[in-house]
């Protein structure tokens, strides 16, 4: 009987979760902003409870043969618990460490332990794959050849997303399914200052919803237009951003032009030219607004009212943060042995807990990364979080959180009220890669983590309120202290991590 001991520094496999962002968030249609829209309705609640087939997938680097078929059950479970519908696996080479005859790819082991990962996945219902390896080839082509997108141009074939100027730094996906198409853009330039502005072309008449990822909201995009059969949208995409578009046409699945060219006409049922036309002069409107609605009142009064809206504040800085720091540290090492009766091999693997530690920074004078805080340092990784306190200016007029029953007599001075409110938005300058979630007054509420922001308008209220922002970091300065061996570029430097910068509320009206 063979036996090999391997010891895993941390855990046995380690799962990198590579998925489209805010996609295992969960919230219902009924949080869709009240909308009245049909698809935008049913695209919220299919978004925040999709089919198993629409899921995000998983890419597990798993080392080798070197498990038990406990911990893969386990594994497996806590993906699916976790939302995901899928796996793709990635055997990493770890012969440096285990015995390769027994272990290593295509190893009996090695086959047993890909066997119960299928069985695994397919008693969930979850999709399941592999790859070879991380090691992609790269096209580079010396000459045009026919599949090439240049060949295709010359041969006037356009794409189904086709940018209307130069572009390197969008990615496009577009798929299709039985209820809509949809458009996936990624501003791959992460590290970029600034947004990028400009048109797509889509091949199809179509009406485009916006997806946001972190919350699930779907609305209707404004500002389309149509060119030859094809639907123009501009884009405005932060980078890191992510966008999702539903494309919504015709009730025959197909991309009818003539359909929903005459719909869009005023001879069909939805009269969709006249929102077209009313969008169009939507920019004049806004223009002219104020003085709008100066000519609507009479002589003072709507002076005084345009200076009141001139003299308001709109941005609170958010200051005097309290800092908890969860530091997470390796605990008790612990072993899991198994004896594999169609193998004869015997294996035993090892994992450590986690200690977690309490760091109370206290109240900080400014917002700085957790290395450069003294009683912090370069070797804590895990959460922090922040919580302040604010009190929100007289001047900034926001809608009654809670809604009038029928009947209420304050039902139409409540409507008024909402429609004179503005929008109240939380803003952070970085969270230093790391993941974010905000409480305001105990509420959890969505946080759009490629512009770092969040809609408060909702769940603030007059008087005081609270903020909490809880920010994760990753296990790279805590790695560092154990000695890892396992950084493709040698050793890095300590990461930075925490909320930095400036944070501050933005209102709008």
């Not at 086959?111 to 119960?116: E, L, S």
Request: hydrophobic share 30%; aromatic share 8%; net charge negative.
């Amino acid at each position: 009987m063979k036996r090999k001991k391997f010891e895993a520094a941390a855990m046995a496999a380690i799962l990198a979760a590579m998925s489209l962002n805010g996609s295992l968030i969960h919230v219902s249609a009924a949080e869709n902003n009240g909308s009245e829209d049909d698809f935008a309705n049913q695209i919220a609640a299919e978004f925040s409870q999709p089919e198993m087939k629409y899921k995000p997938y998983a890419r597990w680097w798993l080392a080798e043969g070197s498990h038990t078929d406990e911990t893969l059950r386990e594994s497996v479970q806590e993906l699916y618990d976790d939302g995901y519908g899928g796996i793709e696996f990635v055997t990493l080479d770890e012969s440096q460490y285990l015995d390769k005859e027994t272990y290593a790819w295509g190893s009996p082991e090695w086959i047993h332990d890909t066997k119960v990962i299928i069985e695994e996945c397919n008693r969930l219902g979850m999709s399941v794959s592999m790859t070879s390896g991380t090691h992609w080839s790269t096209a580079n082509l010396i000459s045009i050849t026919p599949d090439e997108e240049a060949a295709s141009q010359e041969l006037g074939v356009s794409p189904r997303v086709e940018y209307k100027e130069a572009n390197t730094k969008l990615l496009p996906v577009m798929r299709s399914a039985e209820d809509a198409d949809y458009l996936y853009l990624y501003h791959y330039m992460y590290e970029d200052e600034e947004n990028y502005e400009g048109e797509i072309s889509l091949d199809g008449i179509y009406e485009p919803y916006v997806i946001d990822t972190w919350s699930g909201n779907v609305e209707k995009v404004q500002g389309v237009s149509y060119e030859d059969g094809r639907t123009v949208l501009h884009v405005d995409a932060a980078p890191g951003e992510t966008m999702v578009f539903a494309l919504k046409h015709g009730d025959d699945g197909e991309n009818s032009v003539e359909q929903i060219e005459a719909e869009n006409s005023g001879e069909g049922t939805r009269n969709e030219a006249k929102d077209i036309a009313d969008t169009k002069s939507e920019v004049e409107k806004n223009v002219s607004k104020n003085a709008a609605g100066a000519k609507e009142k009479e002589g003072n009064e709507a002076v005084d009212e345009l200076q009141e809206k001139s003299s308001i504040n709109n941005v609170l800085t958010l200051s005097n943060w309290n800092l908890t720091i969860d530091s997470y540290e390796p605990g008790e090492k612990v072993t899991r042995t198994e004896e594999n009766e169609d193998t004869g091999v015997t294996t035993t693997e090892a994992a450590y807990t986690t200690n977690h530690v309490e760091i109370d920074v206290g109240t900080l004078a400014e917002l700085v990364s957790w290395k450069d805080i003294e009683s912090v340092g370069e070797t804590v990784s895990g959460i922090g979080t922040y919580t302040t306190t604010f009190e929100l200016p007289d001047e900034w007029q926001i809608a009654e959180n809670t809604e009038a029953s029928e009947g209420d007599t304050e039902s139409a001075s409540s409507e008024a009220a909402k429609t004179n409110s503005g929008k109240i938005e939380f803003q952070a300058d970085s969270f230093q890669g790391g993941t974010a979630a905000i409480w305001i007054n105990d509420t959890k509420v969505p946080v759009n983590m490629d512009r770092r922001t969040a809609d408060l308008t909702a769940y603030i209220q007059p008087g005081e309120n609270t903020i909490t922002v809880r920010v994760t970091s990753s296990l790279r300065n805590i790695m560092i202290t154990q000695g890892y061996d396992g950084w493709i570029f040698g050793t890095p430097d300590p990461d930075d991590y925490g909320m930095t910068g400036e944070t501050k509320l933005v209102y709008t009206k």
